[in-house]
Nanobody, 115 residues
Framework: QVPVVESGGGLVQVGGSLRLSCGGSGSDIIYYAIEWYRQTPGNERELVASITRASVTSYADSVKGRFTISRSDDSQTVDLQMSSLKPDDTGVYYC?????????WGRGTQVTVTS
């Protein structure tokens, strides 16, 4: 299983943008289906966006038109470009990498959207 590392979180104002990255330390992330989840205190993790090994993407209704998931040109990361951010987008964002039924989770990166 690939060790997964998220990066790119931070503090942003309403309407702003952030780009999160999910990398597989020492492994080509291109071989993995990737899902981005977010979690707020007291709530379960919510699937936000996903990309298959064939780069087919899907999104939660709450982020459609605002978030874009994509593989980087060098195939070393899967990025989540977040735009028009809202306070409800605040949370810890986790990356999950899956290949042949085996999954790995990262430790998460905090995104805070302030008004």
């Amino acid at each position: 299983q690939v060790p997964v590392v998220e990066s790119g979180g931070g503090l942003v104002q309403v309407g702003g943008s952030l780009r999160l990255s999910c990398g597989g330390s020492g492994s080509d992330i291109i071989y993995y289906a990737i899902e981005w989840y977010r979690q707020t205190p007291g709530n379960e993790r919510e699937l936000v966006a996903s990309i298959t090994r064939a780069s087919v993407t899907s999104y939660a209704d709450s982020v459609k038109g605002r978030f874009t998931i994509s593989r980087s040109d060098d195939s070393q990361t899967v990025d989540l470009q977040m735009s028009s951010l809202k306070p409800d987008d605040t949370g810890v964002y986790y990356c999950k990498a899956t290949n042949y039924g085996h999954s790995s989770w990262g430790r998460g990166t905090q995104v805070t959207v302030t008004s």
